[in-house]
Nanobody, 127 residues
Framework: QVHLVASGGGLVQAGGSLRLSCAAS????????MAWFRQAPGKDRELAAA????????YYLDSVKGRFTIVRDNAKNTVYLQMHDLKPEDTATYYC????????????????????WGQGTQVTVSS
């Protein structure tokens, strides 16, 4: 099993920035594509960004393109989501996930990672 611990959320004003981190342990990190999902109250969980094992960008949700950047550091077993120009509609619980189809195509198509979500980190953007 891959154990995922997300952190870095908080309360920020609109236009502000946050960087989320997700530390992975338990298996070889570079064997996994990684992703950030988010779920706002009353809404379905959605894929925000995904990255392949090698760092290739697989997917950004249209509404975050140009504002969010997903990167990974395989040496640190960590994936990050840098978020700029945050908007109130970005308010959600953000979850990281891992998929053992490491190119990321399965994440992009099926949005169903093979390994859990982690505990999530709350991002609240005030207007």
């Amino acid at each position: 099993q891959v154990h995922l611990v997300a952190s870095g959320g908080g309360l920020v004003q609109a236009g502000g920035s946050l960087r989320l981190s997700c530390a992975a342990s338990g298996r070889t990190f570079s064997n996994y594509a990684m992703a950030w999902f988010r779920q706002a109250p009353g809404k379905d969980r959605e894929l925000a960004a995904a990255i392949s094992w090698s760092g290739a960008i697989i997917y950004y949700l249209d509404s975050v393109k140009g504002r969010f950047t997903i990167v990974r550091d395989n040496a640190k077993n960590t994936v990050y989501l840098q978020m700029h120009d945050l908007k109130p509609e970005d308010t959600a619980t953000y979850y990281c996930a891992a998929d053992n189809e490491r190119t990321g195509w399965r994440l992009k198509i099926y949005r169903s990672p093979s390994h859990g979500w982690g505990q999530g980190t709350q991002v609240t953007v005030s207007s």
